[in-house]
């Protein structure tokens, strides 16, 4: 049995008893316990709160309850570093996994915009927040990329779901970015990183590390750019190009 009682906006992750297998129904899971966490009048109350107070709606996007990277500094740091200098309107970009949208809104900007997630409803969620023309819905099988042309993509961005991937799901991942991005092209993931104590203390955490991490970016092909290995606190993350 898998329990995972959603924390509080602290900047961290939930916390799991088991590691979850792809057909985990975790992620269906979260996603219910925010449902009935956000009912309609409570989501009314709330939006009513949030208008008084100067936010805008979208401060309701599922993920919050991780961190928002509008008030969470680590994660500021990560949209200020690793995503707003990268997006270009003449450019592709692709994410994967982006839940109810916490990051997507940050990659609007680019041309267009893929979202590849393994579970359909949360695909369902992200499409009730941003309906965008340019960007582009994808269901997947757990590591494929349907439907994405062969060296297409500019920038490959992923948070919050590597950290729950075991290696060989991360491996098959990125054998199967090497087709889909372009030369020069940048991908940035944030995976689970067991040097770290609050890793070691979330067994819904993948057992993976910097090390193994830089050996199956590099025997899949890629050359790594750039590593922050500091700033979060039970994840890292790596930048690498093809
Ligand atoms: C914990 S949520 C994180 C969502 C978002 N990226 C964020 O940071 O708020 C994980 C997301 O990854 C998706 N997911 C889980 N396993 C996946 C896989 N193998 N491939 C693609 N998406 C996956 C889930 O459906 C969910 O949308």
Avoid at 50 to 68: H, L, N, P, Q
Avoid at 152 to 169: A, K, P, Q, R
């Amino acid at each position: 049995m898998i329990t995972y009682p959603l924390l509080l906006e602290t900047c961290v992750s939930a916390e799991f008893t088991d590691m979850p297998k792809l057909d985990d129904p975790i992620h269906l899971d979260m996603y219910q316990g925010y449902l009935r966490q956000n009912s309609f009048l409570r989501k009314l109350a709330a939006r009513a709160r949030r208008i008084a107070s100067g936010f805008s709606f979208r401060s309701e996007v599922y993920g919050y309850e991780w961190g928002d990277p509008g008030s969470c500094p680590p994660l500021g740091y990560v949209r200020d570093h690793f995503v707003a200098p990268f997006v270009d309107a003449s450019q592709t970009a692709l994410e994967i996994g982006p839940g109810g949208g916490r990051w997507t809104q940050y990659l609007l900007g680019f041309k267009e915009l893929y979202v590849v997630d393994y579970h359909s409803k949360l695909l369902a969620e992200l499409k009730k927040n941003f309906g965008q023309p340019n960007i582009k819905f994808i269901k997947n099988s757990g590591s494929d990329f349907p439907g994405v042309m062969d060296r297409s993509i500019d920038y490959l961005f992923c948070f919050g779901t590597f950290v729950h991937l075991e290696l060989d799901l991360i491996d098959s991942y990125l054998t199967n970015m090497r087709r889909i991005l372009k030369p020069g092209g940048n991908a940035i993931i944030q995976y689970s990183d067991m040097t770290k104590v609050m890793a070691r203390s979330n067994k819904g955490f993948s057992k993976n590390t910097p090390d193994q991490m830089r050996q199956l970016v590099a025997k899949n092909g890629f050359e790594i750019l750039e590593e922050d290995l500091t700033t979060l606190w039970h994840s890292s993350i790596v930048r690498f190009t093809a």
